[in-house]
């Protein structure tokens, strides 16, 4: 069969059996899928033979890039060890304790105690349910509102879709599920299309965390269990908080007893130059989520991580607690896991992000991109850098068909070899954390070329 042969044929077989996470399955059958065959370091290859630098790292997920020797011997070593044995029977796997112990010494103060699952969601849905056993034990049961942001993504499960601020997540799904209140973000960019007018960041960060007190007296602290947020938006599109913003929303929850949940499912390991963005931006979370660079996306496998509050709850019940999942601390996902962090301890690579190629990265994306015609704002942090497309840099006015300008943006860039993600009109990259400064270079000049095409097709350029 030729390649292109197979690549029809596997698009025959995808549209005809495969139903796609997030995606417009008419559509998508339509046009074909494209099938990824291999990938090595930050490159990926197609069932074409067409390569592609990984601007996403996946799904922010891919710390170490592709192709790890040492993580897949430590996979295939686990397989023949022991495939499978569950933590339920009063037993565990030494994976699962040692990854428990590893992630001790890296969680930020305090957080000594885990439980695992298998993904993000799972993660923020077991946070929610510890986070009413909480209360519950503590005989506080009316305390069960969950506050979320408007714009956050926490996942798909009921609850997790429910905690996540995305609109358009909802209305397919009847949700959010009763409990679930938003609060206003640190959108401090778009604070002016939004009506606050030429407001300064630190005084917006205030702002912001004086909506989520005033919400609380609203509703009434004594009903609220939690508030969750990612230390930086992801999926809403790459939000940076103001300086002034954390350290406010933490003194008003401090102020009315809710528990603070940190969901770093994107911001975990490394991402942001430290282990945690708990630990860049001084969070002293309660709970704290993690999935994705937990293994480099090599196994699925998620953890809660929990303080001293939750966690010294639980173990001191007394009572069996009643949640735990089939492939909770799975041996071959920890032993993968585990080797992923000592890698990453070994190589300290999430100082080489903090110290080398994180500000490397961030210098190179503004001196490329910082005046191009279309980018109205460059941000960022360690690896992670969005670029805001909009219609007038002055008046930072977005463009009035939301996302058009994105995706004709990111069709661009995987024609010419590179995924970058469009959400709404802004183009996010959060590379593996490997990237060479060579990488880099090539990864910043196929950006331009993309944006220099889609400024050509608006005829900005
Ligand atoms: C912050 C955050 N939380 C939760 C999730 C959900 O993780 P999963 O897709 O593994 O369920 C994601 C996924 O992108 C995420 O970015």
Known sequence: MTVHNQTRHWQELDAAHHIHPFSDTAALNKEGVRVITSAKGVWLTDSEGKRLIDGMAGLWCVQLGYGNEELAEAGYKALRELPYYNSFFKTTTPPTIELAAKLAEVLPEGMSRVLFANSGSEANDTALKLIRYYWNLKGKPQKKIHLSREMAYHGVTMAAASLSGLTPMHPQWDLPLPGFEKVPT?????????????????????????????????????????????????????????????????????????????????????????????????????????????????????????????????????????????????????????????????????????????????????????????VGEVRGVGLLCALELVDDKAERRFFPEVGDVGTICRNHCFREGLVMRAIRDTMVCSPPLTITRDEVDQLVALAKRCFDLTARDLGRL
């Open 186 to 374: 640190c959108y401090w960019y778009g604070a002016k299309a939004a009506g606050y007018g030429d407001i300064g960041e630190d005084e917006f960060g205030e702002l912001i965390a004086a909506k989520l007190e005033e919400r609380i007296l609203e509703i009434g602290a004594d009903r609220i269990a939690s508030f969750s947020a990612e230390p930086i938006h992801g999926a809403g599109g790459l939000i940076f908080p103001p300086r002034t913003y954390w350290a406010a929303v933490q003194k008003v929850c401090r102020k009315y007893d809710i528990l603070l949940h940190a969901d770093e499912v994107i911001t975990g390991f490394g991402r942001t130059g430290k282990w945690f963005g708990s630990h860049t931006y001084g969070i002293q979370p309660d709970i704290l989520t993690m999935a994705k660079g937990l293994s480099s996306g090599y196994q699925p496998i998620s953890a809660v991580a929990l303080g001293p509050r939750v966690g010294d709850a639980i173990a001191h019940a007394n009572e069996e607690m009643v949640h735990g999942y089939t492939y909770s601390g799975h041996p071959v996902a920890c032993a993968v896991a585990l080797k992923n962090l000592e890698i990453m301890q070994r190589e300290k690579i999430v100082e080489r992000v903090g110290d080398d190629i994180g500000p490397y990265f961030q210098a190179k994306f503004r001196e490329v991109l910082g005046d191009h015609p279309l």
